[in-house]
């Protein structure tokens, strides 16, 4: 029988839940390292890779506001010491170590709040600010003196102006933060391969965005994404953007076929970057006569004043032609970035015909969420972004035109565009063409319009995936797409692959997608996509985006309200919430939204949390899953959560 227990404790308190087939091994005066009995610390640091494959090398639980658990028994605090970098409004990312096994890391996306003032005087030991900023509570806080980017900790208040600090980095004139409060608002596991070695507190990036992230591993990157930007990955431990975009930024590109040479016939061009270092591709660029073909006689392209689009992270040019008469492009030539200049002077016959040039891909910007499933990326919860009068289309031309205070921003790309009040149609944003024009999959064929009203990201129930190739593998398609019954009034809150099939959760249904097949395209084909939604029946969806969480077996489980906590095993659902109905109707379903589920590996227990009572308590209920019973913890505040598999 399911009996609910209530047990009052703190949120420090889940660091004692301990797996009795471990012992325990101090490391320091916070952290503590779970081994397996009858082995040393020193004899785990020891055992080859080999012997722990398909080992949990990397997961973890946030609780409160700096506890963080990771599994196997990796008990760790961040306290704001490890907050190191970023201004006011950026997600900072940070590599963790998890010592029980050298080659594992856990990504922390931080959110900081910072106290930032000029100091006045120059005193040893100590940071002097005449306007009065420092607490007593500033003890123990990180401060950083951004003028001469030196760190340090405050270790005494010694008056409102004045603080004591472990080391002497501060004069006079200099300017310094103070991290306030650091949240943690999204985590993920990292395996390295030993590329390079990360500290505790390495930064490896930001991303200048005031909404949460998802971080997940794939194909040996992080992706790292957001709905109002662009996103990242983290490959080799760099830091770079997520996908590359087209030759656009700083476009100053100089077109010259005048020049004497071997190339005859009619010819387009198309012009991309490279990063040799990760085998990623840009979508081209098109290099046409006025939408048409060149015509050449003797001649040969030349190509200066290369595009340098500073944002991306690339270290080659590579250019590919197509004679009227082809079915596909050939690349021609190759330079490193800094050559400034490109030519193709090869005869027909001579270039090789290459498959890397696929006009039908974009960088996956501007989604929420994101899994893995079948080897491909899956993205969800994508922006939305009304706009008033500032929407301009031309006729049979595929360029719209956004007029200010609006500007072109990269989540855009990718996402759906509807111009008009009334507008039924929608039109997919294939690429950015400047700081005020949006280029379209399709040409615009309605009547030319000028400052009309519209919406971009439309897509609140689409799912979106990437190509399977390994250069590709953060590209998306306008065919990789499906839209989950959009006509329902309702939107995804959460997804998740159960028996290697997309689960979908909305609020007020669960959905499968079926793959049938998934063909990525060679060069310039059409993919070949058989991919079908089925309404599984169940009308106990999911409360909010953050409300699911899977367990070791790959069974779904979601919080549906009221009605309880749902599970699905890949062939039936089941209530997993029966011993505790009358306490879910004491809670109050304006927070439900906010709440947060998470499993813990290690105890094999499901948590949700981040809900309050009718009375205003903070609630947080515990599932064991090997017992069937659940108990309630006082103050469960989830921030974040992750989990890996040794592959």
Not at 217 to 228: H, M, V
Not at 296 to 309: C, E, I, V, W
Request: charged share 20%.
């Amino acid at each position: 029988m399911q009996q609910l227990v209530r047990v009052g404790i703190p949120s420090e308190g889940l660091s004692r839940h301990v797996d009795p087939g471990m012992m325990t091994t101090r490391v320091d005066d916070t952290d503590f390292l779970l081994i397996p009995k009858g082995l040393s610390a020193e004899k785990v640091q020891q055992i080859p890779r080999a012997q722990i494959q398909g080992l949990r090398v990397a997961t973890g639980v946030l609780v409160g506001e700096r506890e963080i658990r990771t599994a196997p028994g990796r008990i760790a605090r961040f306290g704001n010491t490890i907050y190191t970098g970023g201004t006011s409004g950026t997600i900072t990312i940070y590599a963790r170590r998890a010592p029980s096994f050298l080659f594992g890391n856990v990504l922390v996306a931080v959110r900081q709040e910072r106290l930032t003032g000029t100091a006045t005087a120059t005193t040893a030991g100590r940071l002097v600010d005449s306007t009065s900023p420092f607490r007593p509570s500033h003890v123990g806080r990180v401060v950083r003196n951004t003028t001469a980017s030196l760190q340090t900790v405050i270790t005494g208040f010694l008056n409102p102006d004045e603080v004591e600090v472990a080391d002497d980095v501060f004069e006079s004139g200099d300017e310094y933060w103070i991290a306030i409060r650091s949240d943690v608002v999204g985590m993920a596991p990292y395996i390295s391969d030993g590329y390079i070695p990360l500290n505790d507190s390495t930064v490896l990036g930001e991303l200048n965005d005031d909404d949460a992230v998802d971080i997940v591993q794939f194909q040996n990157r992080a992706f790292i994404i957001s709905a109002n930007n662009r996103g990242a990955i983290l490959y080799k431990n760099q830091f770079r953007a997520l996908g590359l975009r087209e030759c656009r930024d700083n476009n100053t590109l100089v077109v010259s076929v005048s020049a004497a040479g071997a190339v005859t016939g009619k010819y387009k061009w198309a012009l991309c970057f490279e990063d040799s270092d990760s085998f990623r591709t840009s979508p081209p660029l098109a290099i046409e006569n006025a939408g048409d073909y060149y015509t050449l006689a003797g001649k040969r392209l030349n190509l200066s004043s290369l595009p340098t689009n500073t944002i991306d992270t690339w270290t080659h040019f590579v250019l590919f032609r197509r004679k009227d008469e082809w079915d596909q492009w050939y690349q021609v030539a190759r330079v490193a970035k800094a050559t400034g200049a490109i030519e193709d002077n090869v005869v027909d016959g001579v270039a090789l015909a290459s498959n890397t040039l696929n006009p039908y891909r974009y960088m996956a910007a501007g989604w929420r969420r994101m899994f893995t499933c079948r080897n491909r990326a899956f993205f969800y919860g994508g922006n939305r972004l009304e706009i008033h009068g500032a929407l301009s289309a031309t006729k049979d031309s595929d360029v719209v035109t956004l007029s200010a205070p609006y500007t072109a921003e990269d989540w855009m790309v990718g996402k759906d565009i509807q111009i008009g009040k009334e507008a039924t149609v929608s039109y997919q944003i294939r690429a950015m063409m400047g700081d005020h024009e949006l280029q379209l999959v399709v040409a615009w064929d309605g009547e030319t319009v000028l400052t009309q009203d519209g919406v971009i990201g439309t897509d609140q129930n689409r799912l979106a995936w990437t190509f399977d190739s390994y250069g590709d593998a953060e590209m998306v398609s306008p065919y990789y797409f499906v839209d989950v019954n959009p006509d329902d009034g309702d939107e995804i809150m959460h997804c998740a692959p159960v028996q290697d099939y997309p689960i979908v959760l909305k609020r007020r249904g669960v959905y499968l997608v079926r793959i049938g097949q998934i063909v990525d395209p060679v060069g310039c084909e059409v993919p070949d996509v058989d991919v079908s939604v089925l309404d599984l029946q169940c009308p106990l969806g999911c409360v909010g985006p953050w409300a699911a969480a899977m367990d070791t077996r790959g069974w779904l489980f979601w919080f549906s309200g009221q009605t309880g906590v749902m599970v699905f095993d890949g062939s039936s659902f089941r209530c997993a919430s029966e011993a505790i109905r009358d306490r879910l109707l004491e809670l109050d379903p304006e927070q439900f939204y906010s709440a947060r589920m998470v499993h813990d590996p290690t105890a094999n227990e499901m948590y949700l949390g981040n809900l309050m009572d009718l009375a205003g308590l903070s609630v947080g209920l515990v599932l064991n899953l090997d017992t069937g019973r659940w108990r309630e913890l006082a103050d469960l505040e989830i921030r974040a959560s992750c989990a890996a598999m040794v592959k």
